[in-house]
Nanobody, 126 residues
Framework: QVQLVESGGGLVQTGGSLRLSCAAS????????MGWFRQAPGREREFVAA????????YYTDSVKGRFTISRDNAKSTVYLQMNSLEPEDSAVYYC???????????????????WGQGTQVTVSS
């Protein structure tokens, strides 16, 4: 019932920037939180950033604070992740996630999300 499509990934040099987009369709997200996660080879899926859909609260993992910014445009049903000062350690597949009908109490946790996009590859070269 919910479809999430990420875009904007690519190859960038260390210190560069990328802007990821996540377009949602098929359902109203009036009470859904949105998040970005990433997964590198051999690693667990890791929380990156989250934002309340109707509100404006944001959350970030420590490693991206000051470099990444999550935002949303509800009129376009789109969530963004602006990534600046990228490092090779940021290389991963980035996934957009939606928490629909969940408690919303654990925005940094994988288990609080029930819809996921297909992922977009971000590669940062040194």
């Amino acid at each position: 019932q919910v479809q999430l499509v990420e875009s904007g990934g690519g190859l960038v040099q260390t210190g560069g920037s990328l802007r990821l987009s996540c377009a949602a369709s098929g359902r109203t997200f009036s009470r859904a939180g949105m998040g970005w996660f990433r997964q590198a080879p051999g690693r667990e899926r890791e929380f990156v950033a989250a934002i309340t859909w109707s509100g404006s609260r944001t959350y970030y993992t420590d490693s991206v604070k000051g470099r990444f910014t999550i935002s949303r445009d509800n009129a376009k049903s789109t969530v963004y992740l602006q990534m600046n000062s990228l490092e090779p350690e940021d290389s991963a597949v980035y996934y957009c996630a939606a928490a629909v009908g969940t408690s919303g109490l654990y925005p940094t946790q994988v288990y609080d999300y029930n819809y996921w996009g297909q992922g977009t590859q971000v590669t940062v070269s040194s």
